[in-house]
């Protein structure tokens, strides 16, 4: 008979106890990522929402993609077509992070910060870590989500990178503790895989 919950015997065993999904979702708490906001623009709304399912595809031709659910109201301008701007937001920046992830709805999410209409059409965050202002090019739908991809065709960027960054339900700062040029100690825990 096994006890406690599910993360505790995921967390104990290293194995999901028959739910993939709950497995899944603990061991992604661990996976830091820069928190952007995904911001476009449809007939006169604005809209913007938090992710951090964001990831650059080629830069051959330069493309971002981004993951977005479809209970979201960026989903179906972004159906639609919609172009979009990636912004990631500095470290001192969690306010614009939590205001377009539920705080706030609408255009209250543009609230905070400097926010610029781009010659493509969508909005940027001027005090951005980054921006990338991409051209909606392609959709996938799988399971919950719409997976978009952008071709980039502006970049704005501040001089300092000072990303905000989301892991394990807290936002926090990168600090980098490894010297340039020396990794990390190998993993030592768990048990071996099998050579072939």
Known sequence: M??????????SEGVPS?????????????????????SCRHGSKRYAMTAT??????MDPPSMLICVH????????????AHFSINILQASQAEISALCSGKARGEARFAVGSWCDSSLGPPYLKEAQSSFVCRNVSKLEFGTHGIFVGQVE????????????????????????????????????????AKR
């Open 70 to 81: 479809r209970l979201a109201s960026l989903f179906a301008p972004l159906c639609d077509g």
């Open 53 to 58: 399912a964001v990831n650059e595809v080629s």
């Open 154 to 193: 502006q970049v704005l960027m501040r001089p300092q990178n000072d990303p905000l960054v989301y892991m394990d339900g807290r936002y926090g700062a990168f600090a980098s503790t490894l010297t340039p040029g020396i990794s990390g100690r190998p993993y030592e825990g768990g048990s071996q895989c």
């Open 18 to 38: 028959g739910d993939i999904a709950t497995a899944l979702r603990i061991g992604l708490r661990g996976l830091a990522k820069a928190v952007t906001v995904i």
């Open 2 to 11: 096994q006890t406690g919950t599910a993360e505790d015997r995921v967390a």
